[in-house]
């Protein structure tokens, strides 16, 4: 008897457990119900935001290879676990096909929020040319932003978007950057063609004014620089009336300037003119980002240099010494170098790393380096010379020509540029 109440008990228990095993399982069936597909989606998502942003980063090295001359930036959205939503922005409508095409092919559900620019809210004036003797292309839309660059006045530029009183825009060598308000007139597409069509003066003096009245006593309209470039508007006495970009008007001494054409013209790329040019700069300061006759890092005072005797360079040492034509040479007899190289130095490439280019000089002969470091001053990379820089000739890369090289191997003619050439 006490052994068939003991079973009856058991069997009880186990049948209760089941029951109440049951009766949970049922009632939480619907929240499975629920999440599942949740939870489905969401390892789905997971999947196609991999696939997708190994499209994204094929994409962006082909057409991206450096961040400071190009932008593509895209990125993947999935608000609350929902359909995959592609979101950034680009100045590349063939980088922005290229992907929706792919993804397209493959299948791949999206929704397209890439922004192509230039910004509509530009309202069309997508152009613009800098408005003062050197503005301040920054690193980010803020006035504490890292100096990236600079441009000198007349320069044509490309405009992108704004943000606040910062102008996203990328100079005639493709750099990019942030510009305030002031440093630059924004143009439409007809006003920047009229710009580019004008007969136009540039300024060879070193620097210069454009004065209210054509007579030096009177108010100044602004400071120049070599190398800026403004619209012509006839000349009075000693004196060339001039207009700023923005349609100020002044009178500059006519010593001070000549008509950009025969300017152009009269360019002649020798390591003579190119030394001048150097030399003409010694002592001038050093300037993080610096690109002008005023003040300039050690790219800037190359790309300056260069760009005075009718030459775009690229803007940083790391982009220029991918230019030119190499030249084979080596520390101990600097044989094959000749005025006018440009010399690059940093840090070799390791099995760990790879190479790092961070500075670059201007080679003037016999061992000696015209660059900017600290100020503008010259060096040697010979032993036993009074003014030796070992730290130089130890962390020397290599060689480049620019002379010979005009029209090839990256290296642009002013009068072949779109943005320089005369119309």
Request: aromatic residues 10%.
């Amino acid at each position: 008897m006490g052994v068939i109440r003991a079973l009856d008990y058991l069997s009880f228990i186990f049948f209760k457990k089941k029951y109440f095993k049951l009766t949970c399982f049922m009632r939480l069936l619907p929240l499975f119900i629920i999440l599942f597909p949740f939870f489905s989606c969401n390892n789905g998502n997971a999947v196609l935001s991999k696939k997708i942003n190994a499209h994204i980063a094929e994409i962006q090295k082909k057409y991206v290879p450096d961040k400071r001359l190009a932008l593509f930036n895209v990125n993947i959205d999935s608000p609350n676990n929902s359909a995959i939503v592609l979101t950034g922005e680009t100045i590349i409508p063939e980088a922005k096909k290229e992907l929706l095409d792919l993804l397209k092919k493959e299948n791949i559900q999206f929704k397209d929020n890439i922004e192509v620019l230039p910004s509509a809210e530009l309202e069309s004036k997508n152009f613009g040319v800098v408005n003062l003797s050197v503005c301040n292309i920054r690193s980010k839309g803020k006035h504490s932003a890292e100096l990236g660059t600079q441009a000198m006045m007349g320069t044509p530029l490309r405009v992108y978007k704004k943000e606040g009183s910062f102008y996203f825009i990328q100079t005639p060598d493709n750099y990019l950057g942030w510009v305030d308000a002031g440093g630059l007139e924004l143009m439409n597409q007809k006003e920047y063609n009229d710009w580019l069509k004008a007969e136009k003066t540039i300024c060879t003096a070193d620097y210069s004014f454009a004065y209210k009245m054509p007579d030096e006593n009177s108010e100044k309209v602004t400071d120049l620089i070599a190398g800026n470039i403004l619209k012509t508007i006839g000349a009075k006495n000693n004196f060339t009336e001039i207009a700023l970009p923005d349609g100020r008007s002044g009178f500059v001494k006519s010593g001070d300037i000549m008509p950009y054409k025969t300017w152009l013209d009269s360019r002649s790329l020798t390591a003579e003119n190119i030394l001048a040019d150097a030399k003409n700069m010694m002592g001038r300061p050093y300037l993080w980002g610096g690109t002008s006759g005023k003040a300039m890092d050690c790219s800037g005072f190359t790309k300056t240099v260069y760009f005075l005797n009718g030459v775009q360079l690229e803007r940083d040492a790391s982009l220029q010494v991918h230019t030119g034509i190499s030249i084979e040479t080596d520390t101990a007899t600097l044989k094959n170098l000749l005025p006018g190289d440009l010399l690059f130095f940093g840090k070799k490439a390791t099995p760990e790393k790879k190479e790092r280019i961070s500075h670059v000089a201007i080679y003037m002969g016999d061992g000696k380096i015209i660059h900017a470091t600290g100020k503008i001053k010259i060096e040697s990379l010979k032993r036993g010379d009074e003014d030796f820089a070992e730290h130089r000739l130890n962390t020397f890369i290599r060689a480049k020509r620019v002379i010979g090289s005009v029209g090839k191997n990256g290296i642009v003619a002013l009068k072949d540029s779109p943005y320089y050439q005369v119309n």
